[in-house]
T-cell receptor, first 115, second 116 residues
Framework: AQSVTQLDSQVPVFEEAPVELRCNYS??????LFWYVQYPNQGLQLLLK??????LVKGINGFEAEFNKSQTSFHLRKPSVHISDTAEYFC?????????????FGDGTTLTVKP | GAVVSQHPSWVICKSGTSVKIECRSL??????MFWYRQFPKQSLMLMAT?????????EQGVEKDKFLINHASLTLSTLTVTSAHPEDSSFYIC????????????FGNGTRLTVT
């Protein structure tokens, strides 16, 4: 069984400040890890994913995440946020299947970027 | 890039009626599609996995007879909410994948269902 914990339900931050959205997971097997962004009344858009290899993963829109196996974490970071980054962010974990459709999703973190 | 189109984007229906939601992969063959339900301020909950040409696999607790899923072609899956009730009001999202190793998952934009 897998589980995902997003440690912060809401993260308010000022524009151009750095941000970190925290995600911890548990799994008995090796995993794929994902971060998605969801804008209001829309589906999810993949920001980045970790499958294997380098633990630092770079994604779209200037986001990056670091896989830490010992701490079972996959925190999402951006050095300088924009107003347009305001959205809901979901961390997800999947076992090593060909696809990620059966991922377990975290409860989400609402990022609010203030001017 | 790959696009998944979900239609309608929102629908309001009366209690007791049925509603069909379509999920189409526009530029790739989706061997597998997934249907999720999302309550306000909550995460996605997988309802069922749909493979082209076979019966859908439902997650525990999801009523098969209430949420009918059909995946008749490699580009189309439909979710029909039968005899809808107000508690079925929710945001329904589909996703699709070509199903090969490491193939990406693409999400539709969701359907907001309101049952009055």
């Amino acid at each position: 069984a897998q589980s995902v914990t997003q440690l912060d339900s809401q993260v308010p931050v000022f524009e151009e400040a750095p941000v970190e959205l925290r995600c911890n997971y548990s799994s008995s097997v090796s995993v794929y890890l994902f971060w998605y962004v969801q804008y209001p009344n829309q589906g999810l858009q993949l920001l980045l994913k970790y499958l294997s290899g380098s633990t630092l993963v770079k994604g779209i829109n200037g986001f990056e995440a670091e896989f830490n196996k010992s701490q079972t974490s996959f925190h999402l970071r951006k050095p300088s946020v924009h107003i347009s980054d305001t959205a809901e962010y979901f961390c997800a974990v999947s076992d090593r299947e060909p696809n990620a459709g059966k991922s377990t999703f975290g409860d989400g973190t609402t990022l609010t970027v203030k001017p | 890039g790959a696009v998944v189109s979900q239609h309608p984007s929102w629908v309001i229906c009366k209690s007791g009626t049925s509603v069909k939601i379509e999920c189409r992969s526009l530029d790739f063959q989706a061997t597998t599609m997934f249907w999720y339900r999302q309550f306000p301020k909550q995460s996605l909950m997988l309802m069922a996995t749909s493979n082209e040409g076979s019966k859908a696999t439902y997650e525990q607790g999801v009523e098969k007879d209430k949420f009918l899923i059909n995946h008749a072609s490699l580009t189309l899956s439909t979710l029909t909410v039968t005899s809808a009730h107000p508690e079925d009001s929710s945001f329904y999202i589909c996703s699709a994948t070509a199903g090969t190793d490491n193939s990406p998952l693409h999400f539709g934009n969701g359907t907001r269902l309101t049952v009055t």
